[in-house]
């Protein structure tokens, strides 16, 4: 008896001497003063340390190398002095919260940045910061999971745009949460490649040349954002199996959301409104469009480079000058289920059932002219061309392929769309 005994205590207490190794160290908080050096805390400091920073001006160029937390107390500043990158991660698991983080270096070449998340630096988190005169505010590069959130990032204001760097670049993730940024003032607010499985929720993104910029990224979702104020809303370039809804594109100079060779995806509930082209779809197919609001654009839809086999449900298109700008080689139907509503729709619904009795049709013979030949456009109003455009209506061989509703709905499916009347790029109108 006392033998056994003897043994299970023997392998009991090796059983529990290795649960304790496996045990991390209990962390330890280590306070930086103003004066003291924030890179000197880091090298004392172990795994899963919390380095508490307090209020001050810090002139630094940090090193994470070790799992740790950087916190700011009373939102201190520290300052890369305009060299480097101010704050280099590559090590996983660190978080950075409640700093302002500014004067990264201005080397293109180099990706200098406010923070810049090396290869490696997975599960990062950075939230509740200020990235502000940064080349690119965040360089996230073979970095998975990461967790960007609740931060305000401004560029080089005073640099021009090309010379500028994004906001959050992402290169070669996947995982990636981008939640509740505010973004402004960079080349191009949030670009991502070749980067896969991320949410993108919440963000503002204004004053840049794009508020978002695809490339070669799959099964992201892009949910709740506003980009408003560039000179592109939302570009999907070159992707597939994007869910994109519930955003707000507005006021921007160029396009509200560019779908260019893009495929399988999901365009829903979005808000297109005041751009000069509310929708760019280039080379676009097997992708749903349903329950858009395209509102007072120049153009609402430009549709080009055979973007076929498209599900165009329950949009509505209101108050845009050109409804739809298309030219191809055969007509295009849209609403083959339950249709859209158009607010130039010019037919009618003798049995009250909320649908026209008449197709409706995007464009006609002149309106194809008129894109060829834009002199044309100071002869609309003559009665030679009203002429042309009743003759093509009543001879189909003349008849222009167009865009081809079969079941226009008679009313808008949302009753809020006049909140989002004349939302213009300053000076477009």
Request: hydrophobic share 35%; aromatic share 8%; with cysteine.
């Amino acid at each position: 008896m006392r033998a056994l005994l003897t043994r299970i205590l023997r392998h009991g207490g090796l059983a529990v001497l290795a649960l304790l190794c496996a045990l991390p160290a209990w962390a330890a908080t280590r306070a930086v003063a103003p004066g003291e050096s924030i890179q000197a805390a880091i090298e004392r400091a172990e795994s899963g340390d919390i380095i508490e920073v307090a209020h001050g001006y810090y002139t630094e160029n940090l090193l994470i190398a070790k799992p740790l937390t950087l916190r700011g107390v009373n939102r201190p500043t520290l300052s890369g002095g305009q060299k480097g990158d101010t704050i280099r991660v590559t090590a996983p698991d660190v978080v950075i919260d409640g700093m302002i983080v500014r004067d990264s270096g201005d080397d293109l070449g180099a990706q200098n940045a406010g923070i810049y998340l090396w290869p490696g630096a997975h599960r990062a988190v950075v939230r509740n910061c200020d990235l502000t005169y940064n080349l690119f505010g965040l360089w996230i590069e073979k970095a998975n999971d990461v967790t960007i959130e609740h931060n305000v990032i401004t560029g080089k204001r005073d640099y021009r745009s090309a010379s500028r760097g994004n906001g959050i670049q992402l290169y070669n993730t996947t995982g990636a949460r981008i939640i509740d940024n505010r973004i402004s003032f960079v080349r191009d607010a949030i670009y991502v490649d070749v980067s896969h499985h991320a949410v993108f929720r919440g963000n503002r993104m204004h004053h840049s040349r794009y508020g978002t910029h695809y490339m070669n990224s799959y099964y992201n979702l892009w949910e709740d954002n506003d980009v408003y104020l560039n000179r592109g809303g939302l570009a999907l370039m070159e992707v597939r199996d994007q869910t994109v809804r519930n955003n707000r594109a507005w006021g921007n100079s160029d396009h509200g959301i560019m779908l260019r060779t893009i495929q399988d995806s999901v365009i829903e509930n979005n808000v297109v409104a005041g751009n000069n082209r509310g929708f760019f779809i280039y080379d676009a197919e097997y992708n749903t469009l349903r329950g858009n609001r395209v509102i007072d654009n120049t153009v609402g839809v430009h549709l080009s480079a055979g973007s076929k086999n498209n599900k165009v449900e329950d949009n509505d298109f209101i108050s845009n000058r050109e409804q739809v700008r298309y030219v191809g080689a055969k007509d295009e139907l849209w609403g083959i289920k339950d249709g859209n509503h158009w607010s130039n729709y010019l037919g009618w619904d003798r049995n009250g059932d909320g649908l026209g009795d008449v197709p409706y049709e995007a464009n006609d013979i002149v309106d194809r002219l008129s894109w060829q030949h834009p002199m044309l456009k100071l002869l609309l109003n003559s009665p030679a061309v009203q002429t042309l455009r009743l003759v093509g209506q009543q001879f189909p061989l003349l008849r222009a392929p167009s865009v081809v509703d079969p079941k226009p709905h008679m009313q808008p499916k949302n009753n809020n769309w006049r909140e989002w009347l004349g939302r213009y790029f300053p000076g477009s109108r």
